[in-house]
């Protein structure tokens, strides 16, 4: 009981740390843990390994959950494009460090694995805390997640049975391969008789944990690891509605085993010395800066604009809470040693760590700004009695449509140079730049504007607009939260509180004006 006690409190500090930081709490977790393994407190392996083994079980089937192929939808394709390019160029450069750095051929096999796939867990709260969940990239970073999880739960069974020979191989794949096939009877047999049953809360959770014992078992007898049955009983019941119902359920026993679960995993680890530190740096660059530029490459071969790219790379720029299972079982078998397990725990820290900074909106527009293709020229001239657009992504196409009907000249601004280029395609006259920018609107003809209409995602970052123009033109700002509604008053601005509406408040403007408006026409 003392040993639990402890990996409870240094749970408890570390979720205090990540909610006074507004970083994800692993990390943390993490480094309480390898804290805890140098000061030997808890000195029983057997039960950090016991702990490990239950916590994993129940934190990869509430993550399963999340990850649907309905969700997806049509960018699957885009996804699997993505997924793989990504998964298979950082498995070579995490090969090619591992040799570099004298690894023999079974630590490189499984670093390489580990450096591989992105977190499920990071990616998804990310994308949820910023209400991204449903736009084009959010849905393909989510498909891509569910690959690489699935290819990890393929690859490691086959990895662990390799000294056993090819006959141990066909075993395990036969047996995860028998798991799959599980997966679609319970999504097309289980989950809609459990729908139809209207069980009380009590029974809905027994019937979940019902389902995860199930494959667990099944696992057992198939001689395929525990860890791949839990991970594939939540994808089995990961279809709306009944995902939600899991999650309700069973997230107060996830919040108490990944808390669990990563502090042991620290704990399980070998102190690190200067060198294993930096060879864990050398696998964390090769993660963000290769990451990054492969998503953003083949997303935009797979159709995304841009900055939706680049935003993808980003939230992908992290090694997996399955990156940690595969040291974790590698160690338990004695196929990798402690000091192997610690570069996995040491590049999933760091890499974590990164991710909600390399996302931030600041690091964002920077880099979008410099994005190689497609410079934008300078304007002949400042335009004027103009409809000055801020942002053209859908939501503006309802009024480019309505300015190409009337004698209004529509001037857009954005920062993603794809859609900069599609749009000039179609005769639009563009200003590539941050909306934010005060020169880039200048260029723009803010000043001379009839209306601007911003579509931008961060409202606040128009407060120069607003204090040079607001008393003269007027500015219609879409607004998700009361707060930036308010903010957007106070400086002389319109707030339109919903994704769709700015589009819809220009044309009750247009009409308005348009009837009487003579001096657009003699302007023309």
């Known amino acids: 009981m003392t040993e639990l006690a402890i990996l409870l409190g240094l749970a408890a500090v570390g979720f205090g740390l990540a909610r006074w930081t507004h970083v994800p709490a692993i990390p943390f977790l993490l480094v309480g843990g390898l804290a805890l393994s140098a000061s030997g407190a808890v000195g029983d392996p057997e039960f950090v390994e016991n702990v490990l083994f239950l916590s994993v079980s129940v934190l ?6 999340d990850l649907s192929l309905e969700r997806v939808g049509p960018f699957a394709g885009g996804a699997v494009k993505i997924g793989l390019v990504q998964f298979v160029g950082l498995a070579g450069a995490g090969l090619g460090i591992a040799y570099g750095l004298d690894y023999g051929p ?14 499920t867990i990071v990616g998804v709260r990310l994308l949820q805390r910023r209400q991204q969940m449903f736009e084009p990239f959010g849905r393909t970073v989510l498909g891509v997640l569910l690959l690489q999880d699935i290819l990890v739960v393929l690859l490691l069974p086959l990895l662990i049975q390799l000294p056993g020979g090819p006959l141990a191989i066909f075993g395990s794949l036969g047996g995860t391969a028998l798991l799959l096939v599980g997966v679609g009877i319970v999504m097309k047999g289980v989950v809609p008789l459990l729908l139809e049953s209207e069980l009380d809360a009590e029974t809905q959770l027994l019937a979940v944990l019902g389902v995860l014992f199930g494959f667990m078992g099944a696992a057992w007898w198939l001689h395929v690891p525990l860890f791949a049955a839990a991970f594939l009983a939540g994808v089995s019941l990961s279809g709306f509605p009944f995902s939600g119902i899991v999650h309700g359920e069973m997230q107060p026993l996830y919040d108490f085993f990944s808390a669990l679960f990563f502090v ?32 953003t490459v083949v997303g935009e071969w797979a159709g995304l604009v841009a900055r939706p790219a680049l935003e993808s790379g980003l939230l992908l720029s992290q ?16 196929q990798i040693g402690g000091e192997v397990f610690s570069v996995i725990v040491l590049t ?31 304007l ?33 601004v954005d920062e993603d140079p794809a859609v900069v280029e599609r749009l000039r395609a179609r005769g639009v006259t563009c200003v590539r730049g941050d909306g934010g920018d005060l020169s880039v609107l200048l260029e723009a003809g803010a000043a001379q504007a009839q209306v601007i209409v911003s579509t931008l995602r961060d409202p606040s970052s128009l407060g120069p607009l607003l204090d040079y123009v607001s008393d003269r033109v007027p500015v219609l700002v879409r607004v998700f939260e009361d707060a930036e509604a308010e903010w957007v008053t106070a400086r002389g601005g319109t707030p339109i509180p919903f994704a769709h509406a700015a589009a819809d408040a220009f044309m009750d403007w247009f009409e308005q004006q ?11």
């Open 60 to 65: 990869l089937f509430v993550a399963g959950t």
């Open 106 to 119: 079974t630590d490189a096999l499984y670093l390489a694995l580990a450096l591989a796939a992105s977190s």
């Open 264 to 295: 042991a995993l620290g704990g399980a680890a070998a102190l690190p010395d200067l060198a294993l530190l930096g060879h864990a740096a050398l696998f964390t660059g090769a993660v963000l800066i290769i990451t990054p530029l492969l998503v």
């Open 319 to 334: 090694t997996s809470e399955l990156s940690l299972v595969v040291g974790l079982q590698a160690l338990v078998v004695g």
């Open 348 to 378: 999933t820290v760091f890499t974590m760590i990164a991710t909600p900074i390399l996302t931030s909106e600041v690091v964002v527009r920077e880099l979008v700004r410099w994005h190689p293709s497609r410079r934008s020229g300078a």
């Open 380 to 412: 002949p001239e400042v335009p004027s009695n103009h409809v000055l657009l801020l942002g053209g992504g859908q939501s503006v196409r309802p009024v480019l449509r309505l300015l190409r009907e009337s004698d209004y000249e529509a001037v857009v």
């Open 514 to 524: 348009a009837p009487t408006d003579s001096a657009v026409g003699d302007a023309k």
